[in-house]
């Protein structure tokens, strides 16, 4: 497929920036919407990389963008809703998702790739977030025989570089308190790399044998939320209590939440934990790709603060002692 045209949805997000530059170093052509043109500058110095500013939920500017396009990848989602009418679930992994699909078909694309989420369901999804997912596969699903090639993809929580997870635990850490509540601390998690997805994606482009399969990815590793917030612990090297809340108090939290700027954490989120984001089936291995582990990437990218910090105690102790 090399030199093929791709126009991705959601490329300048955490996934979308290492799927873009891996598509344009396997050679294709790489077309990047976004509604923000600066959040991809650092796009534009790979000369195969085009950036397009618009709103995707115009029918009209995906016309416009998918014309001669070969394949689309949609990446768009967001784990939470907000006040404004442009942030909801139904909008966002719906309503966009029929959009695509039929200007998919309309301008000839070849395949669409949709990346969704490990779990979700259209009918008994816990959350709306897994609902809302599960319909929007159900669109796909139901496009009329011969309109497009589509595969779909289902990963478990994506960690990597800049990710929102590993991250995000290591600045809760990192705050000056003396204990860390954690809701459903035994929610059940199989971590995928980033770099892995971003393969999974490029070979679905690649492979006509791909067409019409969902495939699950999830790493090599099996851990509970708390397992993993005690890893990022101890490769952080703070001293801090992880306690498990009971589901009353994880509840209560979250409903609290809902209600804080940014929710950072919602009953939505609560919802989706209700349900182990492990694989029924090894995606990856279908896919031919070996996933690489949580704990053989996590301290690639947590090292640098990590180094910094101990090499300063040990500076402290060592001058103490003279």
Not at 94 to 122: F, M, P, R, W, Y
Not at 133 to 157: C, D, H, M, T, Y
Not at 160 to 185: E, H, Q, W, Y
Not at 239 to 259: G, T
Request: glycine fraction near 8%; hydrophobic fraction near 40%.
């Amino acid at each position: 497929m090399s030199g093929k045209h791709i126009t991705v949805l959601g490329g300048s997000g955490f996934i979308g920036r290492r799927l873009v530059a891996h598509l344009a170093n396997l050679g294709h052509h790489v077309k990047v919407l976004t509604r923000y043109r600066d959040n991809a500058r650092g796009m534009l110095v790979q000369p195969q990389v085009k950036v397009v500013q618009g709103n995707v939920h115009n029918p009209a500017f995906l016309q416009q963008e998918f014309a001669g396009a070969d394949g689309v990848v949609n990446l768009i989602g967001i784990l939470n809703e907000f006040g404004k009418a442009n942030e909801k679930f139904e909008r966002v992994h719906v309503d966009l998702v029929e959009s695509i699909a039929q200007n998919c078909t309309g301008c000839n694309v070849q395949k669409l790739v949709h990346v969704s989420a490990l779990k979700a369901d259209a009918e008994e999804g816990p959350s709306k977030y897994l609902r809302t997912k599960g319909k929007a596969e159900n669109v796909i699903k139901r496009q009329p025989a011969g309109s497009f090639q589509w595969s779909i993809l289902q990963p478990s929580v994506v960690f990597g570089t800049n990710d929102s997870f590993v991250n995000r635990f290591a600045s809760l850490l990192k705050l000056p308190a003396p204990v860390l509540p954690l809701p459903r601390a035994h929610a059940r998690f199989a971590p995928v790399y980033v770099e892995d997805v971003v393969k999974a994606i490029a070979h679905c482009l690649e492979h006509n044998n791909t067409h019409g399969v969902t495939y699950q990815l999830c790493g090599p590793q099996v851990f509970s939320l708390k397992e993993i917030v005690e890893q990022i612990r101890e490769e952080i090297d703070v001293k801090r209590m992880i306690v498990a809340m009971p589901d009353v108090l994880s509840r209560i939290q979250a409903a609290i939440m809902d209600f804080v700027p940014g929710k950072p954490f919602s009953s939505d989120n609560y919802k989706s934990l209700t349900v182990h984001s492990i694989c029924d089936t090894d995606g990856f291995a279908r896919l031919n790709i070996k996933p690489r582990s949580l704990g053989a990437i996590m301290p690639r990218y947590l090292g640098d603060a990590i180094k910094s910090r101990r090499y300063g105690r040990m500076r402290a102790k060592a001058g103490r002692r003279m």
